[in-house]
């Protein structure tokens, strides 16, 4: 995934090798010291190894994600395509006849390999076996030349490679068998144009190529017989099936899609006039094969998205790891650069000793992503496939490329690599004698002149470029800039004030702009960018935890009682606060780690308690008091299906029943998010609306009420209705389509385009997906009389909104009318219900979100651990002393470990409170959350867990470093300190 | 070697160490540090522990305050066995009646001057207000009551060594240990230093048993023990002030 991306990283990583290499080979004190400083505690370089290898896992895991997705819906163009690369039906069976005969010879063209004409049709499929009635309501019947099909796309398998059953005999692929519990010699009756047609299954075949094909969904239940059997039944019910010629590209599955532009240009050719009448072009497997790389950009980077917040606190963990390394070494770099060692050289030792751990983080991360990934992809596969309705339902492929491999390794070592370099650079500055009797540093007089030089500059350019950026409410930059001029300014600022008052004033500025400046610039998030949440939540927790670590001692006051007591529980106290309160630096790394992935976190259980709570409400406006919708095979018509539905055993239980006028379309995207046309089932605006629709959203300024733009979009012919979900592809709310927003509406049969004007916006359109044969259209009413004028003899009716009675039972009714309307392949969808299984589907989608995001988490815990541990081994003198002066050993382990939950504490606090209160922001000053009329709930339950199971796993995390602590002997740890 | 019967101006014997044994063993090297060494301190005496290196003087400071464990033989501390006590029994013993003061002063770096010495106050119970203001009194008293909200990183080596010597004073312990006290300062300063602790042994009988490598210092002790491999080489009563309540008697 990413190819991309591949030159630069694998361009960076050999560049950062080359130095680690470079200094390894030709400095070998450098490498001897690196190497021993490692091996010297095997123990704790491998906690430093765990604590960055989490970063590489979830970059790695991320890429997996978007590896499988691909394969997964890749797999559709083996699965229901194999070697088809182009079809090409007609609205008419007269139409598609010609066709198909300008199209016989098509295979003599070099770049084509096969060329396959099938006739076929929806029907009811019914087995009796064994006393028990088994039926497939859709399936699809095919009458095919079976020996033209088993040649076609040669020398690649066709998926159709049977010899021909004979008459009366039916093959039936895997997917139909299991539907109808069939074997072979079964007798299946088909219901196709209402009349039955008894077959005996002589086959069950697998589901691919060939043998999987079908009018846009996935899962399609076929069934082939002899050419001649289906055409007579359907002319007897004075009905016509279909006619598709198939092409085959020459090559593969994959191989072929490479020629469709070329093939697509010649079969126009041959169809000549034939287009005018209809005659269409599909490109299916190019299609799935972008719509594969689509998703799985998207999903992938969705999770590269929420794992990029666990990476920065990665980050800020080798800072913080290398920080205390450095620490602990300072007397060591003190001498080594009292005795000539130069500052280079010492970042080049820290270069060295940084490489071997990344290289050790970026190879077990791998490993563990590609685990970890695989757990992803199976729990996303399933939250993706409850989104679908119908048959569109994906089937879990599990893959990684070695382009993420490649990836993955180089962007997590060189991750690790660079915190660890500049860190480096940093420690390398360490004054001679500060660091030999450990001092406080202070600053040159020349770089405090440079730095207010830089800063002058530094805060005049952010401060210029943010004007621009918050003019066209840019996401990111609207954020970061002016943040980024306020801390450009923090040298120039301390001529005037001090440190702690400047720090304080600036953090408290960014943590401001951060909250508010969605009051201001309320579009900002409309480019759909993850950047600006990355953003966002780096701003907000990293300004929180300045503005914390600078005034712990007002923070702490509660805790004074406490402390202040001489008894060892406040003794413990006192000293567990004490180092946090003086390592302000790490201290604040620390929370920084906690915050911003706990921040994270609860901004999705909050955002996930706002849709939850929204659910009824949604529900209403899906549904506009509408329960159920049918769903009817149009070759196999219910004769006037308002009336069936509502007379007889049914009348008083369906209490109105409405039909949709609707045709198959593409559309342009108002907002201009893809340049591809989008699939849209077109929807007359059927007269009951005029007494309860769907409830909008949204509407043009002039139109008083929902009444006035369901009136204008019915009588008016430039006039629709979308719903706020058109054209969205999945990843963070950006900005929806609003009335006044045009759009263009194309007739597939014919090429005919227009105008349209969207004149208002649908609450929820659940109601009106999946409509026809289930394939994911997205739905754009308009009036019944402009339908006809565009799509002429494309609008049919084959769906109904049904109203029960209330106190009816949804799936009891719908199990009668599957079973009285079998032969019309009648399929009941329960409105209600797929709203709610939508939300719960987002629900578990926000659920595994977090999950993956609580593994970000196991950074902060475990980079706890190890700071904790590395505390032991530095604080040893102290300890001793401590232990001298008469501390017990039980109190120096609780006061590791209430350090430990100190700071856990504080950083769970910052994220959680965070987190609700950017959720509040965005809830109550910007359209992300649309219209949704409920009172903000706040998710208890989840932040509680949250904060529980931090806390806890933190306090496991210190429990070693703590006992450890507690067993220094004093006389040895004085000794070796003295 | 002559054991000596040691008397201090009280005539109570504060500390007795008998047949002290202490082995420091690394894989299968074996190192003897102290030799069934015997030694009495008595109250208001101050003891200068002087040998070459790796003669066992820390070691004999670490054995005799029970912050290292011992092979064999016996501490008594105030009549109370030091090794028959459990380890958070010496502990509290150690806070009760023990203030030490380091060569490399080891302050605790996250605390202030005040904050270091009142801990000891602290770990037996005194009330944090009281023992605040002992703390502060103490540090003017060394002359660093201006000092008293500084971090150790903020302060001299002398400043850091007086803070010590008041945080192993505050509670008025039965027995200061001192380990090479001076090592890391000038000669001013240390003299300054040793000043202090020959003020506090002359004006409040506060017991002290210093190591040093420094003879100037072993001179103005008022009681010179020398260590040779382990083992006590010689034990003199150098001041007028404690020569009368002396004895002596053979040892070994």
Redesign the interface.
């Known amino acids: 995934m990413y190819p991309e991306l591949t030159p630069p990283l694998v361009a960076g990583l050999g560049a950062a090798l080359a130095v680690a290499g470079y200094l390894a080979v030709f400095r070998p004190v450098l490498r001897r010291l690196a190497v021993r400083q490692v091996v010297r505690r095997p123990t704790e370089a491998l906690l430093v190894v765990l604590g960055s290898l989490i970063g590489t896992a979830l970059i790695m895991a991320s890429l997996v994600v978007g590896d499988s997705l691909d394969r997964s819906v890749r797999e559709v163009a083996y699965d229901s395509l194999g070697p088809i690369d182009e079809y090409v039906t007609a609205p008419s069976a007269q139409v598609s006849e010609q066709a198909a005969r300008r199209l016989k010879f098509l295979h003599e063209d070099p770049s084509v390999d096969g060329v396959l004409i099938m006739r076929g049709d929806y029907a009811a499929a019914v087995l009796d076996k064994a006393g028990q009635q088994r039926a497939e309501p859709r399936a699809l019947i095919w009458e095919v030349v079976f020996e033209t099909a088993a040649s076609f796309g040669a020398p690649d398998s066709s998926g159709l490679a049977i010899a021909d059953p004979g008459p009366g005999q039916v093959v039936v692929t895997e997917r139909l068998a299991q539907r109808l519990d069939a074997s072979a010699g079964d007798r299946i009756t088909f219901y196709a144009y209402g009349q039955p047609l008894p077959l005996t299954v002589a086959a069950v075949i697998p589901s691919k190529g060939v043998a999987g094909v079908g009018f846009g969904a996935v899962d399609n239940r076929n069934a082939f017989v002899r050419a001649g059997t289906l055409l007579p039944v359907a002319r007897a019910a004075g009905g016509e099936p279909t006619t598709t010629t198939f092409v085959s590209n020459r090559g593969g599955v994959e191989s072929g899609a490479r020629l469709t532009e070329e093939v697509t240009a010649r079969i126009r050719a041959e169809l000549g006039p034939l287009g005018e009448s209809g005659a269409a072009v599909e490109t299916p497997k190019q299609e799935v094969l972008d719509s594969a790389e689509q998703t799985s950009a998207t999903l992938g980077s969705l999770f590269l998205f929420i794992a990029s917040f666990s990476i920065i606190a990665g980050i800020l963990l080798i800072v913080n790891i290398f920080v205390m390394l450095s620490e602990e070494r300072k007397g060591q770099l003190g001498i080594l650069r009292a005795v000539g060692m130069r500052r280079r050289r010492v970042t080049g030792e820290f270069t060295v000793e940084g490489a071997l751990y990344s290289a050790g983080a970026a190879l077990l991360g791998v490993l563990l992503g590609i685990g970890i990934g695989r757990i992803v992809v199976v729990l996303a596969m399933n939250v993706l496939n409850g989104y679908e309705q119908g048959d569109n339902k994906l089937g879990i492929e599990f893959a990684v490329t070695p382009t993420s491999v490649v990836n993955g390794l180089a962007a997590g070592f060189l991750i690790a690599f660079l915190a660890v370099v500049l860190t480096s650079v940093r420690i390398a500055r360490t004054n001679i004698i500060a660091a030999i009797r450990?001092?406080?540093r202070t600053p040159r007089r020349r770089t405090r002149n440079l730095s207010l030089v830089l800063s002058g500059i530094a805060t005049t350019v952010f401060a210029l470029a943010s004007i621009p950026a918050i003019a066209a409410s840019s996401g990111a930059a609207t954020y970061l800039l002016p943040a980024l001029a306020a801390v450009a300014a923090v040298p120039l600022l301390r001529r005037i004030a001090s440190p702690r008052t400047v720090y304080s004033a600036v953090a408290g500025a960014v943590l401001a702009w951060g909250l508010l400046a969605n009051i201001v610039r309320p579009r900002m998030f409309d480019d759909q960018s993850t950047a600006t949440y990355v953003v966002l939540g780096c701003m907000l927790s990293f300004a929180a935890v300045v503005l914390v670590t600078e005034h712990q001692t007002i923070l702490l006051r509660p805790l004074r009682p406490l402390v202040?007591?001489?008894?060892q529980a406040?003794?413990a106290t006192?000293l567990a606060v004490?180092?946090p309160?003086?390592?302000r630096f790490r201290t604040g790394a620390t929370l920084g780690m906690y915050s911003i992935v706990v921040l994270v976190i609860v901004l999705l259980s909050q955002a996930s308690a706002v849709v939850d709570s929204s659910v009824e409400g949604s529900v209403r406006n899906a549904t506009g008091g509408w329960s159920l919708r049918a769903d009817y095979s149009p070759s196999a018509p219910i004769p006037d299906p308002q009336r069936a539905l509502t007379s007889g055993e049914y009348a008083g239980v369906i209490t109105e029943a409405t039909p949709l006028l609707t045709a198959e379309a593409d559309a342009t995207d108002p907002l201009g998010r893809t340049k591809d046309l989008l699939p849209v089932m077109a929807v007359g605006i059927p007269d009951a609306f005029a007494a309860g629709a769907p409830e909008l959203t949204e509407r043009l300024p002039s139109l008083p009420n929902d009444a006035a733009v369901w009136q204008l979009a019915d009588a008016e012919s430039s006039y629709v209705v979308l719903d706020d979900t058109y054209g969205t592809t999945g990843g963070p709310q950006g900005a929806t389509v609003a009335p006044g927003d045009t759009l263009e509406l194309t007739d597939r049969a014919s090429g005919t385009h227009r105008s349209y004007t969207v004149a208002g916006v649908l609450a929820d359109g659940s109601a009106l997906y999946g409509l026809g044969s289930g394939e994911f259209r997205y739905p754009v009413l308009m009036g019944k009389a402009a339908l006809r004028s565009l799509f002429g003899s494309q609008v049919q009716v084959s769906s109904l909104l049904l109203r029960t009675a209330p106190g009816t039972n949804p799936a009891e009714l719908s199990s009668r009318l599957h079973a009285d309307f079998l032969l019309n392949g009648l399929v009941v969808t329960d409105i209600q219900q797929a709203v709610r299984d939508g939300f719960a589907s987002s629900r578990q989608f926000f659920q595994l979100m977090q999950g993956y995001l609580a593994l970000g988490l196991l950074v902060g815990i475990t980079g706890l651990g190890v700071i904790m541990v590395r505390a032991v081994r530095e604080r040893r003198?102290?300890i001793?002393?401590?232990?001298?002066?008469?501390?017990?050993?039980?109190t120096l382990r609780w006061s590791f470990l209430a350090e430990s939950t100190f700071i856990a504490v504080e950083g769970v606090v910052i994220g959680c409170v965070l987190g609700v209160l950017t959720t509040w922001m965005l809830y109550e000053y910007s359209p992300m959350f649309g219209s949704l009329d409920v009172s903000f709930p706040i998710a208890w339950g989840q932040i509680a867990l949250t904060v529980g199971v931090t806390l806890i796993a933190s306090m496991i995390a210190t429990l070693a470093p703590a006992r450890r602590a507690a067993k220094i002997?004093?006389?040895?740890a004085?000794?070796i300190?003295? | 070697m002559k054991r000596r019967i040691e008397m201090a101006s009280d005539g109570q014997p504060l500390l007795v160490a008998e047949q002290v044994t202490k082995i420091y063993r690394s894989g299968e090297v074996s190192v003897l540090a102290l030799d069934r060494l015997d030694l009495t301190v008595r109250a208001g005496e101050l003891v200068a522990v002087m040998g070459p290196s790796g003669s066992g003087k820390t070691t004999l400071l670490n054995c005799l305050s029970g912050l290292d464990d011992i092979d064999s033989g016996r501490v008594l501390i105030q009549g109370r066995d030091l090794f028959a006590m459990s380890d958070a029994d010496r502990t509290e013993h150690r806070a009760r009646s023990m203030g030490f003061v380091f060569q490399s002063y080891n302050l605790i770096p996250v605390f202030t001057a005040v904050e270091n010495v009142e801990l000891p106050l602290l770990l037996v119970g005194t009330p944090a207000r009281e023992a605040r203001t002992q703390a502060l009194e103490i540090l003017d008293r060394v002359g660093l009551g201006g000092r008293a909200g500084h971090r150790p990183n903020e302060m001299s080596g002398g400043e850091q060594q007086r803070v010590t010597i008041a945080r192993a004073l505050v509670a008025r312990p039965a027995i200061v240990w001192a380990d090479e006290p001076t090592g890391n300062l000038d000669t001013a300063m240390a003299g300054q230093i040793m000043e202090l602790l020959q003020q506090l042994n002359a004006e409040e009988h506060q017991t002290i048993v210093l190591v040093t490598h420094d003879p100037g210092i072993g001179r103005s002790a008022s009681r010179l023990v020398r260590m040779s491999d382990g083992r006590l080489a010689h034990d003199e009563v150098r001041t007028a002030a404690l020569a009368g309540a002396a004895a002596t008697a053979e040892s070994g």
Do not use: H, I, M, W
């Not at chain 1, 002997?969 to 040895?972: E, G, N």
């Open positions: 450990d001092l406080e202040q007591r001489s008894s406040g003794l006192r004490a180092y309160t003086a390592k003198r102290t001793a002393v401590l232990r001298a002066l008469g501390f017990r050993a039980s002997r004093p006389a040895v004085l000794r300190a003295n």
